[in-house]
């Protein structure tokens, strides 16, 4: 019952920025979790950045003080502001939400990040 629709995705040069939205409909209440993470071919599908309820980040080493997650609860969306890219950051990326009580989780479809050199 809980939908996330990502956008914001697209190609961009090594150094530029991108800024990814996560809309969420559906059963939406509670303490929960907001996040990205991402997949590049042949790799596993890693935690990007995630926030939680009250608004408290937690970043990957390899995107610390260059990406920047928040999110809006009445909106029910959460962004990731994406700086300072590097080709490295390529993959396809994900909105999560997770509700810790209740332990279950959803995805998004993903929207494809490119970064060229």
């Known amino acids: 019952q809980v939908h996330l629709v990502e956008s914001g995705g697209g190609l961009v040069q090594a150094g530029g920025s991108l800024r990814l939205s996560c809309v969420a409909s559906?059963?939406?209440?509670?303490?929960?979790?907001m996040g990205w993470y991402r997949q590049a071919p042949g790799k596993q599908r890693d935690l990007v950045a995630r926030i939680t309820i009250g608004g408290s980040p937690n970043y990957a080493d390899s995107v610390k003080g260059r990406f920047t997650i928040s999110r809006d609860n009445a909106k029910r969306t959460v962004h990731l502001q994406m700086n300072s890219l590097k080709p490295e950051d390529t993959a396809v990326y994900y909105c999560?939400?997770?509700?810790?009580?209740?332990?279950?989780?959803?995805w998004g479809q993903g929207t494809q990040v490119t970064v060229s050199s």
């Open positions: 559906g059963s939406i209440f509670g303490n929960y979790d």
């Open positions: 999560n939400v997770l509700f810790r009580w209740r332990g279950d989780e959803y």
